[in-house]
């Protein structure tokens, strides 16, 4: 395989990706069960060349399978789930030869789950990945035009402060810089795309809100990376305007794989042409609608393929007319509560005592004893009594989710308020940081 050649040909395998992605989203906005006939193609591709790929011949031999034995994204379950560590430690182990890789693309996951992994893909694929990107904003409907249009990225926590595109017009800035430099940068730039992290784009309204400036509509602005909260929501169309705003899923294992409109919010369309998507250990909460482990195959990488990969988030699968759709994002599964019996809370407990809070910016709960909660809240313009109500709100969610002070799950809480919750080194914000080992 010519790496070097398809690194040069990197514009136009974008090109490409885009006018076969798109052409597929056309014919799914009719009729969306043609997802399900794309996918089953791309599967009948993906399989045998995954197979003759020694790490996944043994995971389908263990599993008393073969390439026959998976023709559909529900098959891929046959194989054992795919954690975070045996994918690391296969990267690792073939990380020896350095030539091999020289023209191969390489990037590193965020490290938001704790160990930050160096991640290799071929140039097509990644051009891949970037023409599904583009597709999230063809999905609005919204006039976007990714060849003439200005494209504006926060997603980067460590990027020059900008950087054009040689295809493109990407322009990049750091999603850790202050607000204000984001904000003034925004406005300059004026795309007709935004897209990044929800902190940084929420980093820019507030500043905008708080300052009085009007900031600068674009057809759409896309958050990514981190789960889109109510409160986010809210203060991003205020300061950026109504029926721009959607949200982007995807992880850096796999690329963006699903984005819900801004008309039809927190139901995610899943790129089932380029991606499988089930959930393990699921619990159906109703007809049609199961709650699990998110687990995920990529059809469009090759080079250190992801398959039945366990991406560490809870969602809610929403099945219709035999086509899956994202309806709920409940958050990182390894994000948890330990209590002093053994047991742990997962973090749609803390969403829970949260609910109901319209008012708050950001909140971040930090865990440094088995009893103990520490809720920071980032809110402005708030009366003393206005805060207070809040955590008596909290108090008493606590009090219902956790039960009494006494009881094993039982948890004392404390406060703090700020302005802001500046981002983490990741240029994201870790909303549950616990500290007990």
Request: charged share 25%.
């Amino acid at each position: 395989m010519n790496f070097l050649l398809q690194r040069k040909l990197r514009s136009f395998y974008i090109l490409y990706y885009l006018v076969k992605f798109n052409g597929v989203l056309k014919r799914a906005k009719k009729d969306p069960t043609a997802w399900i006939a794309a996918q089953n193609k791309s599967i009948r591709k993906f399989v045998p060349f995954v197979y003759q790929i020694p790490f996944y011949r043994k995971r389908f031999d263990e599993a008393g399978i073969g390439p026959d034995d998976i023709q559909t994204r529900e098959d891929f379950t046959k194989l054992p789930p795919l954690t975070k560590k045996e994918y690391r430690d296969w990267i690792l182990s073939e990380m020896g030869d350095e030539k091999r890789f020289k023209y191969w693309a390489k990037r590193r996951t965020t490290g938001s789950t704790g160990t930050p992994l160096d991640l290799l893909a071929w140039p097509k694929d990644n051009a891949a990945e970037i023409a599904n990107l583009f597709r999230c904003a063809l999905l609005q409907d919204a006039g976007f035009n990714p060849f003439f249009d200005t494209v504006f990225c926060t997603m980067v926590a460590r990027s020059p402060k900008t950087k054009k595109r040689r295809f493109l017009n990407n322009i990049k800035m750091s999603s850790i810089l202050p607000p204000e430099e984001l904000c003034a940068g925004y406005n300059e730039i004026k795309p007709d795309f935004y897209y990044g992290n929800k902190t940084a784009i929420l980093s820019i309204a507030r500043y905008a809100l708080e300052h009085g400036i009007e900031l600068h509509r674009p057809k759409c602005v896309g958050s990514i990376s981190e789960v889109l909260d109510d409160n986010a929501r809210r203060i991003i169309n205020e300061a950026f305007g109504e029926g721009v705003l959607f949200d982007i899923f995807g992880c850096s294992e796999t690329g963006n794989f699903a984005a819900d409109r801004a008309s039809e919010p927190k139901k995610h369309v899943i790129w089932n042409d380029t991606h499988a998507v089930n959930v393990v250990d699921a619990q159906e909460v109703r007809p049609g609608v199961f709650l699990g482990k998110l687990s995920m195959t990529s059809l469009i990488h090759h080079g250190f393929p992801v398959v039945n990969y366990l991406v560490g988030d809870t969602v809610e699968l929403t099945v219709e007319n035999g086509v899956p759709y994202i309806t709920g994002a409940v958050g990182r599964s390894n994000d948890t509560i330990k209590n002093s019996d053994g047991t742990v809370s997962e973090w749609m407990h803390v969403s829970s005592v949260m609910h109901g809070i319209n008012d708050i910016a950001q909140f971040r709960v930090i865990q440094n004893s088995y009893s103990e909660l520490t809720f920071v809240i980032a809110a402005t313009n708030l009366s003393e009594e206005r805060k207070r109500e809040i955590e008596e709100h909290i108090r008493a969610n606590t009090l219902r989710f956790f039960g009494p002070l006494d009881s094993p799950k039982g948890k004392k809480v404390a406060f703090e308020w700020t302005d802001r919750i500046p981002p983490d080194p990741t240029g994201k914000i870790r909303m549950l940081i616990s500290n007990v080992q």
